[in-house]
């Protein structure tokens, strides 16, 4: 049985949520009389809440936009996410909007549950945001970031807060994992980062079924439940790194993988070549040519000539030898343009 309190707080969860409801919804959803729901409404009025009331048949309530905001009502899950996206802007950069930002997260912070709270913190101390401004041709496969692939649905919060507190204790985590697939396996895992990178969330960490360091994705979790085994993470292990350079050294299929080498020095090519582009190799001091070889993969040899081609440096093609043939019909496009 619910208060009247309680009643007249779900009243305005509803109006927030829907934007517009009659008195008959209102009251099928609190289950009480039309009439009822309207003493709810006024009481809100009464309280200085901007709810406003349209007349005639087909009439309803709605909150009105004004000068002071109403009291605010979230869901745990939530308050976590408003939180993060707080966290993010302040990682961003946000330079114009700090003083708001950060008087925001103070007030949520004051009235976070216990348990919340702990979830955020953990989250906030492990997360990584992947913001870094690449340069212009990032993508050797001449698509958009990550080979044009849709962003993954959000992973479930509670597997985020499982590997979040995972990663800030050291401590194994136990995780069914859907493969591409849809194959799952258990396998126990060390995470040694949290990275969010243009929509989707990663882990990266020691897996101890593959026995070697893996990335995992988090919409593929099906659940993750911390172990009493700790361990130690290597030391200087950069997670947004990793996790772009394994990126960028995967081949999906109906992908093609170029080798390349460039004639230049390794830190020009770095000065070109983003992380998340593909990997970058300066030759043994005794080769001839000297030069960096770059490894990546994307879904066309005309879109990775294209992109070689704009990056200046004089190269040499290793693998594909299609790939040959690609530059030269992007040359010759160039010419005849």
């Not at 136990?174 to 980062?193: E, F, I, M, Q």
């Not at 990126?247 to 109906?254: C, R, S, V």
Request: some cysteine; aromatic content about 6%.
């Amino acid at each position: 049985m619910y208060r009247p309190t309680t009643r007249v707080l779900a009243v305005l969860e509803l109006l927030q949520t829907h934007g517009r409801m009659t008195g008959g919804e209102l009251a099928r959803r609190l289950e009480v009389h039309p009439r009822t729901a309207r003493r709810y409404v006024e009481i809100l009025q009464d309280l200085g809440i901007p709810v406003t009331g349209e007349r005639g048949r087909y009439g309803a309530y709605r909150l009105r936009p004004g000068v002071k905001l109403p009291p605010l009502l979230f869901t745990e899950d939530e308050a976590l996410a408003l939180t993060l996206g707080l966290l993010a802007a302040r990682r961003l950069g946000l330079a114009a909007a700090a003083p708001a930002v950060e008087g925001a997260l103070a007030k949520l912070e004051r009235v976070l549950p216990p348990a919340v709270r702990l979830r955020v913190d953990a989250v906030a101390a492990t997360l990584k945001l992947d913001v870094g401004h690449a340069p212009a041709q990032a993508d050797p496969s001449g698509a958009p970031p990550d080979g044009a692939r849709a962003a993954p649905p959000p992973p479930a919060g509670e597997v985020v807060t499982a590997l979040s507190e995972a990663t800030r204790a050291s401590r194994r985590v136990r995780l069914v994992y859907a493969g591409d697939g849809g194959r799952t396996t258990r396998r126990d895992v060390d995470p040694y980062g949290l990275v969010y990178r243009r929509g989707a969330w990663y882990a990266t960490g020691y897996c101890h079924l593959r026995r070697e360091r893996r990335l995992f994705r988090l919409d593929r979790i099906v659940t993750a439940t911390l172990q009493e085994a700790t361990f130690t993470p290597p030391a200087d292990f950069d997670p947004v790194r990793a996790v772009q350079q394994t990126l960028a050294t995967m081949t999906l299929p109906g992908e093609r993988r170029v080798t390349v080498l460039l004639l230049t020095s390794l830190a020009a090519a770095r000065e070109r070549i983003s992380p998340a582009a593909g990997t970058l190799e300066a030759t043994p001091p005794d080769q001839e040519p000297a030069g960096v070889v770059f490894r990546a993969s994307g879904p066309s040899l005309e879109g990775a000539a294209a992109y070689l081609a704009g990056l200046g440096f004089p190269l040499r093609v290793l693998d594909p030898p299609a790939l040959r043939d690609a530059l030269r019909r992007h040359v010759s496009r160039l010419l005849d343009a």
